[in-house]
């Protein structure tokens, strides 16, 4: 065995691993929810040895997962699209006009990374309370449209275009909208399927924000409504886990379609905040 090899099967060794301690957890949840709160309680094993989705019916039932999945999926689409058109728009301008404060505006979008955004939920819950949107959808979704990293991303795409292309639309009577919308961003769908993963798969796993504004179980999304599964007899671990794994469903189905899109946005995203 040569070196290269001993250390090639080192790195698949330590890779296998790694991918061993990140399934368990799920997988552990899966058997979990597979069996009845008696054998839960009774016996702590880890194989799935029993078949028992009495805890799915339960849950699908007796809770308000289709109406937590609506907000869910609702909240998240529509920040989605809202952060992508504005920061779009926003990081053309910075990119393509030429305007007074300009470089100090980007400047301050650079800087709101040095912001923790937990730091901003105190002023944020008292903004939505004064506007009366405390539990409603707009007061979910209007603190979490503000995500610089999309400026940047795209600002940085639209500086590398040449700017023989934008004065080519120009001499053709073409308008800002036109170069925007017909020429840059059929020209880095790319970017802009990887940053839409990776704005939905956040503000659908967005948990405190949610938690806060919103106090009406009608209004709850996922994150929020699987911490109302208990009650007063105790915790249900089976029906615990079978709600985790129902609201985390849709995120890993969309992670094996778009497994290469997630993997490109994670890159963007740690590649500026780095």
Same mark, same amino acid.
């Given at each position: 065995?040569?070196?290269?090899?001993?250390? %090639?099967? $080192?790195?698949?060794?330590?890779?296998?691993?790694?991918?061993?301690?990140?399934?368990?957890?799920?997988?552990?949840?899966?058997?979990?929810?597979?069996?009845?709160?008696?054998?839960?309680?009774?016996?702590? +094993?880890?194989?799935i040895?029993? @078949?028992?989705?009495?805890?799915?019916?339960?849950?699908?039932? &007796?809770?308000? @997962?289709?109406?937590?999945?609506?907000?869910? !999926? +609702?909240?998240?689409?529509?920040?989605?699209?809202?952060? @992508?058109?504005?920061?779009?728009?926003?990081?053309?301008a910075?990119?393509?006009?030429?305007?007074?404060?300009?470089?100090?505006?980007?400047?301050?979008?650079?800087?709101?990374?040095?912001?923790? !955004?937990?730091?901003?939920?105190?002023a944020?819950?008292?903004?939505?309370?004064?506007?009366?949107?405390?539990?409603?959808?707009?007061?979910?979704?209007?603190?979490?449209?503000?995500?610089?990293?999309?400026?940047i991303?795209?600002?940085?795409?639209?500086?590398?275009?040449?700017?023989?292309?934008?004065? $080519?639309?120009?001499?053709?009577?073409?308008? #800002?909208?036109?170069?925007l919308?017909?020429?840059?961003?059929?020209l880095?769908? +790319?970017?802009?399927a990887?940053?839409?993963?990776? &704005?939905?798969?956040?503000a659908?796993?967005?948990?405190?924000?949610?938690?806060?504004?919103?106090?009406?179980?009608?209004?709850?999304?996922?994150?929020?409504?699987?911490?109302?599964? %208990?009650?007063?007899?105790?915790?249900?671990?089976a029906?615990?886990?079978?709600?985790?794994?129902?609201?985390?469903?849709? !995120?890993?189905? +969309?992670?094996?379609?778009?497994?290469?899109?997630?993997? #490109?946005?994670?890159?963007?995203?740690?590649?500026?905040?780095?």
């Amino acid at each position: 065995m040569t070196a290269k090899q001993g250390r %090639n099967i $080192a790195f698949t060794t330590l890779v296998l691993i790694a991918a061993a301690i990140w399934i368990f957890p799920l997988y552990w949840a899966l058997t979990t929810s597979l069996r009845s709160e008696k054998r839960i309680v009774s016996d702590a +094993g880890v194989f799935i040895d029993e @078949l028992n989705f009495s805890a799915y019916i339960e849950v699908l039932s &007796t809770s308000k @997962l289709p109406i937590w999945y609506l907000n869910s !999926v +609702g909240t998240s689409l529509i920040i989605t699209v809202i952060v @992508l058109l504005t920061g779009m728009m926003c990081a053309y301008a910075l990119s393509q006009l030429r305007f007074p404060g300009r470089k100090a505006l980007y400047l301050l979008v650079v800087a709101s990374f040095m912001v923790p !955004v937990p730091a901003l939920y105190v002023a944020q819950f008292v903004l939505m309370s004064d506007l009366g949107l405390v539990n409603s959808w707009w007061g979910i979704i209007l603190p979490q449209l503000i995500v610089p990293v999309v400026v940047i991303v795209y600002k940085q795409f639209f500086d590398a275009i040449p700017k023989e292309m934008r004065e $080519a639309v120009l001499l053709d009577g073409g308008g #800002e909208f036109t170069l925007l919308f017909k020429l840059y961003l059929p020209l880095n769908w +790319g970017i802009t399927a990887a940053l839409a993963i990776i &704005t939905f798969i956040s503000a659908w796993n967005n948990f405190f924000w949610p938690f806060l504004v919103v106090t009406s179980e009608s209004m709850m999304t996922i994150p929020v409504g699987i911490t109302q599964v %208990n009650d007063s007899f105790g915790v249900f671990y089976a029906r615990m886990m079978a709600l985790a794994l129902l609201a985390a469903a849709p !995120v890993i189905i +969309g992670y094996l379609i778009f497994q290469k899109r997630v993997t #490109e946005a994670v890159m963007i995203s740690a590649g500026v905040k780095g």
